[in-house]
């Protein structure tokens, strides 16, 4: 049997991957020396691809990789269609609504604007809440479009605040808990469904531990 092929975010979340996998008694030697290779064996059962966040979901719905690690951020913004199969417990942030610090951001009757990286899950936050608010998309360093007096606010992924502290912002409200998830191609779970549960069991197992 090919093994099952499973897409890993590149950078911090495949490292925190790479540990859980080993825990479970997974052997990651080569994709802890994997030089510039994108596809590592990971023992004889599995293989790691290595690919940005948001192509991890694409290689996954195009039925390239069975299974994914991906960010809850990434799965709010962008949905798709896969199952998402286990809380992965690393990568642990917060998507928030921030503001200058010492700012009332309900303030005022007139309308407000946000700049994120993630308009999807702003759009869907200010919607909750029957506000209707101007969204403007900005693609990384959100936090410079209150100071440039851009935005009223911003939808950001906060980790430690200390980007937010540093350049005088605060959080108003958190808007939604993140983590890296492990996500599955919903036609290998029907065809390698013993495999996909077996190895979910086994890293369950190592996050409990
Ligand atoms: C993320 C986020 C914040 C920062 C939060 O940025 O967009 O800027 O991390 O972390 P902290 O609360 O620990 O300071 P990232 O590093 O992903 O860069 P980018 O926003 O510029 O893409």
Do not use: W
């Not at 407000?112 to 999807?120: E, G, I, L, S």
């Not at 939604?176 to 369950?204: F, H, M, P, T």
């Amino acid at each position: 049997m090919k093994p099952l092929r499973i897409a890993l975010t590149k950078g911090r979340l495949e490292s925190s991957a790479a540990k859980l996998m080993e825990g479970a008694g997974l052997d990651c030697s080569a994709l802890r020396q994997k030089g510039r290779r994108l596809i590592l064996p990971i023992g004889d059962s599995l293989e790691a691809v290595l690919a940005k966040a948001g192509d991890v979901i694409t290689y996954l719905e195009q039925g390239v990789c069975d299974l994914g690690v991906v960010g809850k951020d990434v799965i709010m913004e962008r949905g798709g269609r896969f199952f998402e199969i286990l809380d992965l417990g690393f990568g642990k942030c917060g998507f928030a609504l921030a503001a200058p610090a010492g700012a009332d951001f309900y303030q005022g009757y007139q309308g407000k604007t946000v700049a994120t990286k993630y308009p999807n899950v702003a759009k869907r936050f200010f919607q909750s809440k029957d506000m209707d608010v101007r969204i403007i998309k900005i693609e990384g360093s959100v936090e410079l479009a209150p100071l440039l007096g851009l935005a009223d606010g911003i939808v950001d992924l906060v980790e430690t605040g200390e980007t937010l502290r540093e350049n005088g912002l605060a959080v108003v409200e958190p808007v939604a808990e993140v983590s890296a998830r492990l996500i599955v191609n919903a036609a290998s779970l029907k065809l390698r469904k013993r495999e996909i549960e077996d190895l979910a069991a086994k890293l369950e197992e190592q996050i409990h531990t």
